[in-house]
């Protein structure tokens, strides 16, 4: 199980890997491909900001929202290569963060005793 903390400081690092992978890993061309994980990572870090937890500065949302937004992003991120149409440029950063992402969602403990 992945305790709330760490949850957290997952959220920050996968949010910032995300604005950063497409300049790393040579697929920033102005497309989907390289939209697609950035907008994700900025969101991630927008409402890992407001979340209820301690590495948050405003408590405003539970971390069951948290959590469905996680997972919405993940999913979105693992088919957003075939959806959006850009297979054939990329599709392994995309599909290997989107499975994390959802592997973590589903190993995040959610009782208030973990945060």
Do not use: C
């Not at 950035?38 to 409402?47: D, K, R």
């Not at 969602?105 to 005793?113: G, I, L, P």
């Amino acid at each position: 199980m992945i305790s709330v903390n760490t949850h957290a400081v997952i959220d920050y690092v996968v949010g910032v890997l995300l604005i950063l992978a497409p300049f790393l890993l040579g697929f920033a061309n102005g497309g989907a491909a390289m939209w697609v994980p950035i907008l994700l990572g900025a969101g991630i870090l927008l409402y890992s900001l407001v979340t209820a937890y301690r590495y948050s500065v405003a408590k405003v949302i539970p971390l069951s929202v948290h959590l469905g937004l996680d997972a919405a992003g993940g999913l979105l991120l693992l088919v957003s290569p075939w959806l959006f149409g850009f297979a054939q440029l990329v599709w392994w950063p995309h599909v290997i963060v989107g499975l994390a992402e959802l592997g973590v969602v589903m190993m995040t403990q959610r009782n208030r005793a973990a945060a």
